[in-house]
């Protein structure tokens, strides 16, 4: 096989690496948040010991992309790929630690009554686990707009952030023995405004990729 296109088939597998960490990761948050409304320690422990999987898909995909810069002294544009990958699976792995602490958070309030019902964090996390697969699917197909578009929600996930701190503050306020409780809930509203803030760089590397521009969307 001539060298370009074993490159190029290099180059294919380290993209569908990228596409199956960003699989596992979106799962990773969709299972963190059931684990906490269904109160399942099961689920929640099974999210910490599929970290290792993600962990191990991170540095798989950079060890073959420094080989692949190391051994093929590839063009720019495919330089350009390269580094996006290394980028995006950076913030994929964060996600996951994310999924992590969600989890972790469940299995501390196991057997609790919770303060009030699950309504907004859910909403949090359909949004942002929709906001990965639609972050994958711009990448995939190099769509700009998209990627714009999807970036722009993040600022829904604030909004609703802003909204459960305010009410939570009010209910700690009135009832001290709920400040612990109500703690841990904007933790985890939190971590998933920070998942979004990571989706928003994936659209980043996107726009990157397509016009070697780098922007900032987080601004």
Same mark, same amino acid.
């Given at each position: 096989m001539a060298?370009?296109?074993?490159f190029?088939?290099e180059l294919?597998?380290? =993209? !569908?690496?990228? $596409?199956?960490?960003?699989?596992?990761?979106e799962?990773q948050? =969709?299972?963190?948040i059931?684990?906490?409304?269904?109160?399942d320690? !099961?689920?929640a422990?099974?999210v910490?010991?599929?970290?290792?999987?993600?962990?191990?898909?991170m540095r798989? #995909?950079?060890?073959?992309?420094?080989?692949?810069?190391?051994?093929?002294?590839?063009?720019a544009?495919?330089l350009r790929?390269?580094f996006?990958?290394?980028?995006?699976?950076?913030d994929l792995?964060? +996600?996951a630690d =994310?999924?992590?602490? +969600?989890?972790?958070?469940? +299995?501390? $309030?196991?057997?609790?009554?919770?303060?009030?019902?699950? #309504?907004? +964090?859910?909403?949090?996390a359909d949004?942002?686990?929709?906001?990965?697969? &639609?972050?994958?699917?711009?990448y995939?197909e190099?769509? $700009?707009?998209?990627?714009?578009?999807?970036?722009k929600? &993040?600022?829904?996930?604030?909004?609703i *952030?802003?909204?459960? *701190?305010?009410?939570?503050?009010?209910?700690m306020?009135?009832?001290?023995?709920?400040?612990?409780q109500?703690?841990?809930f904007l933790f985890?509203?939190?971590?998933?405004?920070?998942v979004a803030?990571?989706?928003? !760089?994936?659209?980043?590397?996107?726009?990157?990729?397509?016009?070697?521009?780098?922007? &900032?969307? !987080?601004?």
């Amino acid at each position: 096989m001539a060298p370009r296109k074993v490159f190029e088939t290099e180059l294919k597998e380290l =993209h !569908n690496d990228l $596409l199956r960490m960003g699989s596992i990761v979106e799962k990773q948050i =969709h299972q963190s948040i059931k684990a906490l409304k269904e109160q399942d320690i !099961n689920i929640a422990e099974e999210v910490i010991k599929n970290d290792d999987i993600v962990d191990k898909l991170m540095r798989e #995909i950079e060890d073959k992309s420094i080989k692949l810069i190391a051994m093929q002294q590839p063009i720019a544009t495919d330089l350009r790929f390269i580094f996006t990958c290394i980028n995006i699976v950076t913030d994929l792995e964060r +996600i996951a630690d =994310h999924a992590v602490d +969600i989890s972790k958070i469940a +299995i501390r $309030l196991k057997g609790q009554k919770y303060v009030k019902q699950l #309504i907004d +964090i859910p909403k949090m996390a359909d949004i942002v686990t929709c906001m990965i697969k &639609d972050g994958l699917d711009a990448y995939v197909e190099r769509d $700009l707009d998209k990627a714009y578009e999807i970036s722009k929600r &993040d600022d829904l996930i604030d909004d609703i *952030f802003e909204n459960v *701190f305010s009410e939570m503050f009010s209910v700690m306020s009135k009832d001290p023995s709920k400040i612990e409780q109500g703690t841990q809930f904007l933790f985890i509203c939190k971590f998933l405004e920070r998942v979004a803030d990571h989706v928003t !760089n994936i659209c980043e590397w996107t726009i990157y990729i397509v016009t070697g521009e780098q922007v &900032d969307l !987080n601004e």
